[in-house]
């Protein structure tokens, strides 16, 4: 008997990531395609499925294909499209439909901070978890909310939006057209933005003063503050303090038993983990202080695109 | 055949109301025993039976007993306890244990909002919806939420304090030890504190200046503002203004069909929801605006309390 593997697919603004995963997580196969940004979905799509029947036909002896998860921005998992994504000329798509072109297998979408809650439920830091919360701490901060094992889409599919709860609303400009959204502080991008404006505010020596905003990385301001500038330490409690805040608030809804920290700014470590679980139980209601968890991601980085795109069709295949 | 009624049980600080409910939310009788807040719940409990058996002789003929809810100040229903009220001198204490030295029924304990929750899906504005957040606005700010048509209890049962989302973590005091909780800003004490801050701040006249912090009550307020008092108007705008940004808030997280208002506060109808729903909507990110409706609770008053810890039996009974 073959053994059964799902198709995974993570759409993104550059690449588009697609690769083969058992039903114990294991990635047998994992390439790319550029995305093409200007391209519309149809088009990605043909070159992808050209690509996966291609990269398939070598394990078809052993393996058999029973669905695809697609991971992409602003994806709505019940009617299966993509809608207006920020770094796509895609309009608003249902790309559900374009893959039924290609595969009769049975697919799902949603977006990828969504596909990395399910990836930690089936493979990762949350195996065996009923309620938890994934934060991704990329260029925005995207969430994917689990309540009584279920991936919480709300009335619209679009629930799961912490990046854009508001810390101040006469705060940071940001890209949704609002004011003080957390994820203006709390990504890549936002602690970048905290660096700059403490260069202004304070004279702080640091290294850092010699970098311009637009080269300046997150792992730049990580590996001097490794170096003990001080500046780059600041910034990081500057971002914990934000973060532990409404990671705080989001316990006060929720009540989960763990908050997983995933992406770019979480491989910062201890930097960001530690201060950020000290304020979280500084600003946490009593009943909940020292009972919520706060976890690194426990995908194996090369493939947790791959692996959460893919573990969600493992869950709404078991769920059947 | 007789008609199944289910006993709901609303245990307040003062007054510990018992009715009987039918399935389709009738409330066929409703009394109330003091609570005493100094007894422990085992010698309350004692009473209420004695009362419900008692009161129940005169319906056995005609109805049948099926179960019982509780609606309880710090209730665990996953537990069965009750975990430091803050009025009453209970202490921690398993109150199904003792509900069932009198009663072999099956029963449920909730706190008083997330009953208020179950009671709105059961009977009342939440009828046909699967997600919905219920808000009540008393002497506190309490939260029930309601995510895939269940009560969200989260990993330890006591999810939904909305009321202890933060604010401004240098704001005012709250009886949670923390400080700029929402409920100190958003609920009938809360409004009350504001038009005293507003009072020391400002010099806008106002009759509410006749009448001192403790005589005060969020109805005089509102019937100030009904008559143009603009310092009781200020007082609205600003409640609404923070509600609104913090229902904008638990929105992004849960993305819900609408937000009910329930409790005191809620009764100055639309002093109160206009400016909120106006807030909310200017505060919420653009994929959600226009799409949460802001309803008053369709519980009727007077048998609010008992009807939604009847719907949460009603609820369990239903899910077997």
């Known amino acids: 008997m073959k053994t059964k593997i799902a198709i995974g697919i993570d759409v993104g603004g550059t690449n588009t990531v697609f690769g083969f995963v058992d039903q114990e997580g294991n990635c047998i196969f994992e390439s790319s395609i550029p ?13 992808l499925f050209l690509n996966i029947n291609h990269d398939f036909s070598k394990f078809s002896g052993t393996y058999e294909l029973v669905g695809i998860g697609i991971g992409a921005p602003n994806a709505n998992y019940y009617k299966g499209t993509v809608e207006l994504p920020p770094n796509l000329n895609w309009g608003v798509v249902n790309v559900l439909e374009i893959v039924k072109k290609y595969s009769a297998l049975p697919a799902a979408i949603t977006n990828d901070a969504n596909a990395a809650a399910i990836g930690e439920m089936i493979f990762g830091a949350a195996v065996g978890m009923k309620d938890f919360i994934v934060i991704t701490l990329g260029t925005g901060l995207g969430s994917g909310i689990v309540v009584n094992s279920q ?12 990046g854009h709860t508001i810390v101040d609303p006469e705060g940071r400009a940001c890209g949704c057209g609002r004011k003080g959204c957390l994820e203006t502080y709390a990504s890549a991008s936002g602690i970048r933005r905290t660096v700059y404006m403490m260069m202004g505010s304070t004279n ?9 905003f637009n080269q300046l ?18 910034a990081f409690d500057y971002t914990a303090k934000i973060l532990g805040l409404k990671l705080a608030d989001a316990v006060a809804h929720l009540s989960p038993e763990a908050i997983i920290l995933f992406g770019g700014l979480a491989l910062a470590g201890d930097l960001i983990f530690a201060p950020t679980k000290r304020y979280m139980e500084e600003y946490m209601l009593n009943i909940f202080k020292n009972k919520v968890e706060l976890l690194p991601s426990a995908l194996p980085g090369a493939h947790a695109a791959v692996l959460g795109a893919s573990a969600l069709i493992w869950n709404e295949l078991k769920r059947k």
């Open 35 to 47: 995305t093409h940004a200007g391209q519309n979905a149809l088009q990605l799509f043909e070159r």
């Open 151 to 162: 991936l919480v889409y709300g009335a619209d599919g679009f629930a799961g939006e912490i």
């Open 204 to 212: 702080i020596p640091s290294e850092l003063r010699n970098i311009s």
């Open 217 to 234: 990385t997150s792992k730049d301001i990580a590996d001097a503050a490794i170096r003990g500038d001080q500046l780059a330490l600041d």
